[in-house]
């Protein structure tokens, strides 16, 4: 199995799934609550958090922070139209969107636009001042779409 697994041929089975989903719920359960959970043993439970650590199925372990509770309470999905689908233009959008701490994700995207930000902002008149000072200095946008959450529904890590 260690040799599938490194040749890039391991499929996740059954337990894989139960795993990833326990650490997905709580990912600072013990091996032992884990193995009790899934029906193995300690070792073999840990010998497959390790296979998917290390295959990169498993990429981190995070704490999940309640942004409202951080003051940030405008949650915008927003959408980005390059003025060119030139290289340049692409990586110099991107280098310096990444940079951007109010933007939590960015998502190069297929459609009618370019990028789909994700942006966590304390209210409206921060993210006014976030557009004007910071999004519209970037070069070569077109066009920028805002769309503001709500409600959230369903959110997975």
Request: charged share 25%; with cysteine; aromatic share 8%.
């Amino acid at each position: 199995m260690e040799k599938e697994f490194l040749s890039g041929n391991f499929q996740l089975d059954e337990t894989d799934h139960k795993i990833l989903e326990l650490l997905k719920q709580n990912a600072k359960l013990g091996t032992k609550e884990i193995a009790a959970q899934v029906g193995l043993t300690v070792t073999p439970t840990y010998e497959r958090i390790r296979r998917m650590e290390k295959r990169g199925v498993i990429r981190s372990y995070i704490a999940v922070i309640d942004k409202k509770k951080q003051g940030f309470t405008l949650h915008v999905l927003c959408n980005v139209q390059l003025k060119s689908h030139a290289a340049d233009y692409l990586d110099e959008f991107e280098q310096a969107i990444v940079q951007l701490a109010e933007v939590t994700d960015c998502y190069h995207i297929a459609g009618n636009f370019d990028y789909l930000l994700k942006i966590n902002i304390r209210d409206m008149d921060s993210y006014a001042v976030f557009v004007k000072e910071k999004l519209a200095v970037i070069p070569h946008i077109a066009t920028v779409q805002s769309s503001f959450v709500m409600r959230t529904l369903k959110e997975e890590y």
